[in-house]
């Protein structure tokens, strides 16, 4: 039973935040943290947008200001990946297979500057991808609410459905926890 919970812990993200714009960076840089791995679809953008928007450039020159690298990390396919990432100057990861650690692992080797697991956070829309990879992989992953769900593609509906059931048992395991970091995201 303990071995059951703590796989329940893997679907709990770090921090909750309503979007990418609302979370506290120069805090978390305060705190050691220097490199910020973040998907692009329903994190940054929608589905239906095809290149960063002007909010988001303004999020780019932000973070960069505070000192922070930024590489984007993506499920999603080259084309859609390589085409949103040419208007910016960041590295990126496509085909990241989230939640597993390889797409992480080749994020690592597209950074600067070598970082040590704890400096890093991973932003993400979905807890069956971004939150499990990033605890998996042993950084902290910051959930936000997708920007329109109604743009998602079929495997992130599912996903969307799976997650479900981990948050009701994360809600009736862990309540202060689901309040904290999760109550938020499930009534958006």
């Given at each position: 039973?303990?071995?059951?919970?703590?796989?329940?812990?893997?679907?709990?993200?770090?921090?909750?935040?309503?979007?990418?714009?609302?979370?506290?960076?120069?805090?978390?840089?305060?705190?050691?943290?220097?490199?910020?791995?973040?998907?692009?679809?329903?994190?940054?953008?929608?589905?239906?947008?095809?290149?960063?928007?002007?909010?988001?450039?303004?999020?780019?020159?932000?973070?960069?200001?505070?000192?922070?690298?930024?590489?984007?990390?993506?499920?999603?396919?080259?084309?859609?990946?390589?085409?949103?990432?040419?208007?910016?100057?960041?590295?990126?990861?496509?085909s990241?297979?989230?939640?597993?650690k390889?797409?992480?692992?080749?994020?690592?080797?597209?950074?600067?500057?070598?970082?040590?697991?704890?400096?890093?956070?991973?932003?993400?829309d979905?807890?069956?991808?971004?939150?499990?990879?990033?605890?998996?992989?042993?950084?902290?992953?910051?959930?936000?609410?997708?920007?329109?769900?109604?743009?998602?593609?079929?495997?992130?509906?599912?996903?969307?459905?799976?997650?479900?059931?981990?948050?009701?048992?994360?809600?009736?395991?862990?309540?202060?926890?689901?309040?904290?970091?999760?109550?938020?995201?499930?009534?958006?």
């Amino acid at each position: 039973m303990v071995e059951i919970l703590k796989k329940y812990r893997k679907f709990i993200p770090y921090q909750y935040s309503k979007s990418v714009f609302d979370i506290d960076f120069l805090n978390l840089y305060q705190n050691g943290y220097r490199l910020i791995l973040c998907d692009i679809d329903n994190t940054l953008v929608s589905y239906k947008e095809h290149v960063p928007n002007e909010q988001v450039f303004e999020w780019f020159s932000y973070i960069e200001s505070l000192g922070f690298e930024l590489i984007l990390i993506s499920n999603n396919q080259k084309k859609r990946v390589e085409g949103f990432s040419k208007e910016t100057k960041y590295p990126y990861v496509f085909s990241a297979r989230k939640p597993l650690k390889m797409g992480f692992k080749k994020a690592m080797k597209l950074a600067k500057s070598r970082y040590h697991k704890n400096e890093i956070i991973n932003i993400g829309d979905q807890i069956m991808t971004d939150v499990l990879g990033g605890n998996r992989f042993g950084i902290k992953p910051i959930l936000v609410n997708p920007i329109e769900s109604k743009t998602d593609v079929l495997s992130t509906r599912i996903n969307r459905k799976i997650e479900r059931f981990f948050i009701k048992k994360i809600q009736k395991k862990y309540p202060k926890t689901y309040k904290e970091r999760m109550s938020d995201y499930v009534n958006r």
